[in-house]
T-cell receptor
Framework: TQLLEQSPQFLSIQEGENLTVYCNSSSVFSSLQWYRQEPGEGPVLLVT?????EVKKLKRLTFQFGDARKDSSLHITAAQPGDTGLYLCAGDWHGNKLVFGAGTILRVKS | NAGVMQNPRHLVRRRGQEARLRCSPM?????VYWYRQLPEEGLKFMVYLQKENIIDESGMPKERFSAEFPKEGPSILRIQQVVRGDSAAYFCASSLTSGGREQYFGPGTRLTVT
């Protein structure tokens, strides 16, 4: 059973479109991280959200942590081919480890 | 400032051999984590170490796997008597503080068991 459910699993869109990726859980996390992973490489940390209701922006990426700290979303505005990759959410579980969602594979076509 | 370094990047072992994977954390980081990514599966936690101490090994298989983070030198993940099911990408991450958050990952070691 996945502690963190990510949706959708796959997303293929045209350049310039907007998209949202969701990360949901029945558990409360003290923090939640979003990573992006390219084939053959390790995950790269995009953002950490800590406070319920927190919103963080990173250029065209907007991250939100749910009020109850059980869910999060990643919104990309005007997607570009360079945004293509695997997006992973990861929750800080009991202070010792990250629990990862299965990931969302994003493909942006030019 | 170098990030997390792992070597080798690719490792091929025959069944029954030993695999040793190395991880050098980011400068100033004393917390190291190992994760495994099996084909078609997500990243799974294996072990969390600080210098000379294993803090949490709840994700480590009970047999054949061990990890260390000595006072000097890199962290080592050791797999004895490898089997085909050990083929996976193994990632090391490090953090500045404890608590699990803000972990920075290395490029991984891809282990193939033939």
């Amino acid at each position: 059973t996945q502690l963190l459910e990510q949706s959708p699993q796959f997303l293929s869109i045209q350049e310039g479109e907007n998209l949202t990726v969701y990360c949901n859980s029945s558990s409360v996390f003290s923090s939640l991280q979003w990573y992006r992973q390219e084939p053959g490489e390790g995950p790269v940390l995009l953002v950490t959200v800590v406070t319920g209701g927190e919103v963080k922006k990173l250029k065209r990426l907007t991250f939100q942590f749910g009020d109850a700290r059980k869910d999060s979303s990643l919104h990309i505005t005007a997607a570009q081919p360079g945004d293509t990759g695997l997006y992973l959410c990861a929750g800080d579980w009991h202070g010792n480890k990250l629990v990862f969602g299965a990931g969302t594979i994003l493909r942006v076509k030019s | 400032n170098a990030g997390v370094m792992q070597n080798p990047r690719h490792l091929v072992r025959r069944r029954g051999q030993e695999a040793r994977l190395r991880c050098s954390p980011m400068k100033g980081h004393s917390h190291v984590y190992w994760y495994r990514q099996l084909p078609e599966e997500g990243l799974k936690f294996m072990v969390y170490l600080q210098k000379e101490n294993i803090i949490d090994e709840s994700g480590m298989p009970k047999e054949r796997f061990s990890a260390e983070f000595p006072k000097e030198g890199p962290s080592i993940l050791r797999i004895q008597q490898v089997v085909r099911g050990d083929s996976a990408a193994y990632f090391c991450a490090s953090s500045l503080t404890s608590g699990g958050r803000e972990q920075y990952f290395g490029p991984g070691t891809r282990l193939t068991v033939t």
